[in-house]
């Protein structure tokens, strides 16, 4: 039986390229804001590949559920439950923490983010507002600044990982 996650991560990667040949140069506001609007779908569609791609491992080792895998963790768990351990799922962890992968959930983050600045103060904050107050700032996030160029080489590693674990992969 074919694994049906295979296409869905390729079609994933090709939206993925799709959004990074989209750039156009950048004359005016609204192509800056169609660049980013590009940009951050072509982060999205990666991710997705990506969780499709943790469903494909999965289901290549007969999982039940492959796509109940989210991170690379809960794949090896689950593939640990079935005393398996493949070198795949163990690289895909890996690259989560200090990796290609990593970066391209630290850019999505980046996108998801609400800046402080964006929220809309409740009507019992403005009263208590102290011009002098002190507010602790060490919980705030530090931007993670991404572009095109990133894109283009988490896509072109990612579709390098996934050939060379397809060709692992391949059943006898």
């Given at each position: ?26 004359t005016n506001a609204a ?142």
């Amino acid at each position: 039986m074919a694994n049906p996650y295979i296409g869905l991560v390729n079609r994933q990667l090709a939206f993925t390229r799709y959004q990074l040949n989209s750039r156009l140069e950048e004359t005016n506001a609204a192509e800056r804001l169609r660049n980013q609007g590009a940009l951050y779908a072509g982060v999205w569609h990666l991710s997705l590949a990506y969780k499709n791609y943790l469903a494909e491992v999965g289901a290549n080792y007969k999982l039940t559920k492959p796509e109940a895998s989210q991170k690379a963790t809960d794949l090896c768990q689950a593939l640990e439950s079935m005393n398996k351990s493949p070198a795949e799922a163990k690289e895909l962890e890996r690259l989560e923490q200090e990796g290609f992968i990593a970066e391209v959930f630290k850019a999505l983050m980046q996108i998801e983010r609400i800046a402080p600045d964006m929220v809309a103060p409740a009507p019992a904050d403005i009263e208590e507002r102290d011009p002098l107050k002190m507010v602790d700032v060490s919980g705030e996030t530090e931007e993670f600044t991404f572009g095109f160029e990133s894109l283009a080489q988490w896509a072109q590693k990612f579709k390098s990982l996934i050939e060379r674990h397809r060709e692992q992969m391949i059943e006898y």
